[in-house]
């Protein structure tokens, strides 16, 4: 396996997020959840601390979980942000501190010790444009680790004072 491959959840993958029909150990559901379609799988083995990462994705490419994200025919594209949730370049200094405070907030209260690693990384976001993209990486993970009611919560928490 190359490091350098991107894996992308299959649909299988996807609904397997929520149901938990595959028998995945707790390892493997890890994995699953971190499978982004942007992330290497040396980036996986990174965030993931997990030792085994190339086995672990050979097994859910076994399963029909994932798939290198340049085989997946005609994948259904990740849920956009709404366009007015991606700031733009003009965000003054205090906004951006105040965006990035609730983004992190945000994510510690959905994720709790599984989104350290995005909290983190959206609080040291050093730009409007880098901001927008981690909260669209916290969008769908919150969306494919807790579901539509959680993001709807998380929404809500990123306007909150």
Same mark, same amino acid.
């Given at each position: 396996?190359?490091?350098?491959?991107?894996?992308?959840?299959?649909?299988?993958?996807?609904?397997?997020?929520?149901?938990?029909?595959?028998?995945?150990?707790?390892?493997?559901?890890?994995?699953?959840?971190?499978?982004? %379609?942007?992330?290497?799988? *040396?980036?996986?083995? $990174? #965030?993931?601390?997990?030792?085994?990462?190339? /086995? &672990?994705? @050979?097994? =859910?490419?076994?399963?029909?979980?994932?798939?290198?994200?340049?085989?997946?025919?005609?994948?259904?594209?990740?849920?956009?942000?709404?366009?007015?949730?991606?700031?733009?370049?003009?965000?003054?200094?205090?906004?951006?501190?105040?965006?990035?405070?609730?983004?992190?907030?945000?994510?510690?209260?959905?994720? %709790?010790?599984?989104?350290? *690693?995005?909290?983190? $990384? #959206?609080?040291?976001?050093?730009?409007?444009? /880098? &901001?927008? @993209?981690? =909260?669209?990486?916290?969008?769908?993970?919150?969306?494919?680790?807790?579901?539509?009611?959680?993001?709807?919560?998380?929404?809500?928490?990123?306007?909150?004072?």
């Amino acid at each position: 396996m190359n490091g350098n491959t991107v894996y992308a959840k299959t649909p299988a993958g996807q609904q397997e997020i929520g149901e938990r029909k595959a028998g995945l150990d707790i390892r493997q559901r890890r994995l699953l959840i971190l499978v982004d %379609g942007h992330r290497s799988a *040396d980036e996986l083995a $990174r #965030l993931s601390g997990l030792p085994d990462v190339p /086995a &672990l994705l @050979e097994g =859910l490419q076994a399963k029909g979980l994932v798939a290198p994200s340049g085989a997946l025919a005609g994948p259904a594209p990740p849920a956009a942000a709404p366009a007015a949730a991606v700031p733009g370049p003009a965000v003054p200094v205090g906004d951006l501190r105040e965006r990035r405070r609730r983004a992190a907030h945000a994510v510690n209260e959905m994720l %709790g010790p599984m989104g350290e *690693d995005l909290a983190l $990384r #959206l609080e040291e976001a050093g730009s409007a444009e /880098a &901001l927008g @993209e981690w =909260l669209e990486r916290a969008r769908r993970m919150v969306g494919d680790v807790r579901g539509k009611a959680a993001l709807a919560r998380f929404e809500q928490l990123l306007e909150e004072d």
